[in-house]
């Protein structure tokens, strides 16, 4: 395991399982969204985020937070793991509600500076439909890569069992 992706919907944990893996396995973590985002929720170019991720992925080792589908090929051709959190809506907008009342106001470490954060209904709106939008497509991608370990959990205790298990 020295390249890792972890994908799922918005308010799974991907930001939390990747500085927790990271931890037990000393790997360095990248958070998509700190790349994404420049200062006041301003997105940069695509041409800028490749670049900035094409770096990344020249690196011998990482464990990489988030999904950005317009990139996840490129991804994957470059992982030895990825790491699936695929659970249910409700776990996703409950764990999206608690960060934003816990971190109201604040940038979070995931997060590009000067991005705090905040309420915002169309994210809301687009973890609700993240599931029917995305897991198809996420489990066809996901079966044509035979070179790959591949883990999905379903549920928070699964993804809390690995982390205690793996060497």
């Not at 997105?43 to 020249?58: G, M, Q, T």
């Not at 960060?99 to 604040?106: C, E, W």
């Amino acid at each position: 395991m020295k390249r890792v992706l972890v994908i799922g919907c918005g308010g799974s944990g991907k930001s939390t399982f990747s500085r927790n893996l990271s931890e037990k396995i000393k790997l360095p973590v990248i958070h998509l969204d700190k790349l994404f985002w420049k200062e006041g929720w301003v997105n940069i170019s695509k041409e800028e985020f490749d670049s900035l991720l094409n770096e990344e992925l020249k690196k011998e080792k990482w464990i990489i937070d988030g999904n950005y589908d317009r990139t996840l090929k490129e991804r994957l051709k470059r992982c030895d793991t990825v790491v699936y959190l695929d659970y249910p809506r409700r776990v996703c907008l409950f764990g999206v509600i608690k960060r934003v009342i816990s971190s109201y106001g604040k940038v979070r470490p995931d997060m590009a500076g000067g991005c705090p954060e905040r309420f915002d209904l169309d994210f809301m709106k687009w973890i609700w439909n993240f599931n029917k939008t995305h897991r198809a497509n996420f489990y066809n991608i996901l079966k044509e890569e035979k070179d790959k370990d591949i883990y999905i959990f379903k549920n928070r205790k699964e993804c809390n069992n690995f982390l205690v298990n793996l060497q």
